[in-house]
């Protein structure tokens, strides 16, 4: 099983447009960040220039899904 690493940036003060980046990391190779605004939450993975914006709206129906999912393989 792979060990994970993950460290987080907060800012030490509540600010109107600050994010906060999440970076993880898999048996010492950085996987990627995961940048948290109140718009998005964007996922840049390592190497990689260009982020992937992902809308909360979406978020939440990803982790629906992927809860039904687990849901359904544990009924079986």
């Not at 940036?9 to 999440?22: A, E, M, Y």
């Not at 948290?36 to 990803?62: C, F, H, Q, V, Y």
């Amino acid at each position: 099983m792979p060990k994970h690493h993950i460290e987080i940036s907060l800012p030490t003060k509540p600010l109107k447009n600050v994010d906060t980046t999440i970076s993880i990391w898999s048996d010492g190779e950085k996987l990627g960040e995961l940048r948290i605004s109140r718009g998005t939450l964007d996922w840049r993975s390592a190497g990689k220039k260009n982020p992937t914006k992902i809308p909360w709206e979406r978020l939440k129906a990803l982790l629906d899904e992927e809860s039904e999912r687990i849901a359904r393989a544990v009924r079986s």
